[in-house]
Structures are given as C-alpha cells and as structure tokens.
C-alpha cells in the first residue's frame, strides 16, 4: 500500500511561481514512475508530467513544456512540481499519482489546489 501526500499549492499571480511536493509512504519500492495530474471543476483528470522513478526520464504535456519540471528526490521518497510562468489556465486541483509494479494499483494523492489570479 502506498499513501501519497501533496503540497504547496496556493493562490498566486499570473507570472509567478509554486512548487508542488508529493511525498510518498508505505510500500514505497513498488512505485515505478510517479506523475502529477490536474483537475478544474467540472473537467476530466488530465496527466501534466510524468518521471520515471528509476531512470528519471520524464514527460510533459505540451500546454506545460518549458515552464513546468517535475523532479524527484528518491532518498526523500517526494516528487516535486517546479511551476513557473503560471498562467489562469493552470488553475486546478493539482493530483499525485504512483504506479506501481506487479500489478498492484496505482495510488492517488489528496490533491491540493493551485489557483492562478490574473
């Protein structure tokens, strides 16, 4: 079993910057790739960037390339989100996810809510 905790979520300004932390619990060596997933009300789940935990590559949706970074410190069992250049359109409930070997299903965070004001 593996308990996903996010945080750093915040009201800001558009142009300036939050850095989102997910920090991992549990059965943590079954998590194989770990990714942040953003949610505006009334919308679907929509997956913002990924990393693979054990050779760190890494994804991102175009709408995010180039201002987001997502990162990982293994020792610390946390994922980050470097958000810079935020716009409205980032607006969202931001989600942590794991997925996990073996079959075992992935694991899902809290959220935490990332409001950019114009």
């Known amino acids: 079993q593996v308990q996903l905790v996010e945080s750093g979520g915040g009201l800001v300004q558009a142009g300036g910057s939050l850095r989102l932390s997910c920090a991992a619990s549990?059965?943590?060596?079954?998590?194989?790739?770990m990714g942040w997933y953003q949610q505006a009300p009334g919308k679907q789940r929509e997956l913002v960037a990924t990393i693979n935990t054990s050779s760190g590559s890494t994804y991102y949706t175009d709408s995010v390339k180039g201002r987001f970074t997502i990162s990982r410190d293994n020792a610390k069992n946390t994922m980050y989100l470097q958000m810079n250049s935020l716009k409205p359109e980032d607006t969202a409930v931001y989600y942590c996810n794991a997925k996990r070997s073996r079959g075992f299903r992935e694991a899902w965070g809290q959220g935490t809510q990332v409001t950019v004001s114009t």
């Open positions: 549990g059965s943590v060596l079954s998590i194989t790739a």
